[in-house]
């Protein structure tokens, strides 16, 4: 009876022992966390922690590397060398695709940040776009499958009631407007805000973010944090971490913008830190997670999926793009 007794004991102990060493246990810490961002609203959000991070005043060390497109980022993601990143809602999708499922979203960190402008005072609703030349940026993007769903959604057919004329850069648009080469244009800040301090002749025409709102069910949905999927498995408190320190970044900028201002500049997010003080309260800029990023993010690529498959990738990605939602 004792022997049986204590070979009981025995067994209690080492299943407790087993049991307080897995609670116990601590996540290793990984070797490095690169996180890739972009120039403009993608990355404004970054802006504080990116500063922390040179001061070693955030809780764990990131490599941050500023891209000025959306390709560069695209390289490394598809090689699979990046941990974390912030890129346009639509190409988080295609890079779902490419990658076969190896990349998931994680959160929604900027919403709509596109405008019309007008070197006049002809258009005042999106009906007055008929019959007009537009230029515009970002074709086969965010931007071009936007003004095309406002468009369309508002009786207008972007390919025979309307022109518009891409160009590549939209720092090169901005200068074709600020010098009244050109009358209307769709840009994103922060190029509006540095075409309307380069001319007093141009307005705002429309708020694109307005527009959605108003023919469609989601809000506009335009960047988004992606993770690499191996290191979220491996090191999910790692990603929990980046995240509660990227949100209380985004806290920072939008109640700080001069100080936070500061920061865009030096972090060569924005060239100026006066276009981008001006800019932020027009950039939206948010972190949004869980089941509403989930339902912002889902509608916003359906949206895009039925004005043009490719936009997304092809195919709408499944539930295992949306990281941390069951």
Same mark, same amino acid.
């Given at each position: 009876?004792?022997?049986?007794?204590?070979?009981?004991?025995?067994?209690?102990?080492?299943?407790?022992?087993? /049991?307080?060493?897995?609670?116990?246990?601590?996540?290793?810490?990984?070797?490095?966390?690169?996180?890739?961002?972009?120039?403009?609203?993608?990355?404004?959000?970054?802006?504080?922690?990116?500063?922390?991070?040179?001061?070693?005043?955030?809780?764990?060390?990131?490599?941050?590397?500023?891209?000025?497109?959306? !390709?560069?980022?695209?390289?490394?993601?598809?090689?699979? =060398? %990046?941990?974390?990143?912030?890129?346009?809602?639509?190409?988080?999708?295609?890079?779902?695709?490419?990658?076969?499922?190896?990349?998931?979203?994680?959160?929604?960190?900027?919403?709509?940040?596109?405008?019309?402008?007008?070197?006049? @005072?002809?258009?005042?609703?999106?009906? !007055?776009?008929?019959?007009?030349? /537009?230029?515009?940026?970002?074709?086969?993007?965010?931007?071009?499958?936007?003004?095309?769903?406002?468009?369309?959604?508002?009786?207008? !057919?972007? =390919?025979?009631?309307?022109?518009?004329?891409?160009?590549?850069?939209?720092?090169?648009?901005?200068?074709?407007?600020?010098?009244? =080469?050109?009358?209307?244009?769709?840009?994103?800040?922060?190029?509006?805000?540095?075409?309307?301090?380069?001319?007093?002749?141009?307005?705002?025409?429309?708020?694109?973010?307005?527009?959605?709102?108003?023919?469609?069910?989601?809000?506009?949905?335009?960047?988004?944090?992606?993770?690499?999927?191996? %290191?979220?498995?491996?090191?999910?408190?790692?990603?929990?971490?980046?995240?509660?320190?990227?949100?209380?970044?985004? !806290?920072?900028?939008?109640?700080?913008? =001069?100080?936070?201002?500061?920061? /865009?500049?030096?972090?060569?997010?924005?060239?100026?830190?006066?276009?981008?003080?001006?800019?932020?309260?027009?950039?939206?800029?948010?972190?949004?997670?869980?089941?509403?990023?989930?339902?912002?993010?889902?509608?916003?690529? @359906?949206?895009? %999926?039925?004005?043009?498959?490719?936009?997304?990738?092809?195919?709408?990605?499944?539930?295992? %793009?949306?990281?941390?939602?069951?």
């Amino acid at each position: 009876m004792k022997k049986a007794l204590s070979i009981i004991l025995a067994v209690i102990f080492a299943v407790s022992a087993v /049991i307080l060493t897995s609670c116990t246990k601590t996540e290793a810490k990984p070797e490095q966390i690169r996180v890739y961002t972009l120039m403009g609203p993608t990355g404004m959000g970054m802006a504080k922690l990116i500063s922390d991070n040179k001061e070693s005043k955030t809780k764990q060390t990131y490599t941050f590397n500023i891209a000025s497109a959306p !390709d560069q980022i695209s390289a490394e993601v598809i090689k699979g =060398d %990046f941990e974390i990143a912030a890129v346009p809602v639509n190409l988080a999708s295609v890079l779902y695709n490419k990658t076969e499922g190896k990349i998931a979203v994680a959160g929604v960190n900027t919403l709509g940040v596109l405008y019309v402008l007008e070197n006049g @005072n002809t258009i005042n609703s999106v009906a !007055d776009l008929k019959g007009k030349k /537009i230029y515009a940026t970002g074709q086969g993007a965010n931007p071009e499958y936007t003004l095309r769903y406002i468009l369309t959604k508002n009786g207008i !057919d972007p =390919d025979n009631d309307v022109t518009i004329e891409y160009l590549a850069e939209h720092a090169e648009l901005a200068t074709q407007m600020a010098s009244g =080469d050109v009358v209307l244009g769709m840009l994103p800040e922060p190029n509006v805000t540095s075409v309307l301090l380069n001319s007093k002749d141009v307005r705002i025409a429309l708020d694109l973010t307005a527009e959605w709102r108003k023919v469609a069910d989601t809000e506009l949905v335009q960047g988004c944090i992606i993770v690499n999927k191996d %290191f979220a498995e491996k090191y999910p408190q790692a990603l929990k971490t980046f995240l509660e320190e990227y949100k209380a970044s985004v !806290d920072y900028v939008n109640n700080n913008v =001069d100080d936070a201002s500061a920061m /865009i500049e030096a972090a060569g997010i924005v060239p100026k830190a006066a276009v981008a003080k001006k800019a932020l309260p027009n950039c939206n800029i948010v972190l949004v997670e869980g089941a509403e990023m989930k339902a912002s993010v889902s509608a916003m690529l @359906n949206v895009l %999926f039925e004005a043009a498959p490719k936009s997304v990738g092809g195919k709408l990605p499944d539930d295992a %793009f949306y990281y941390g939602v069951k």
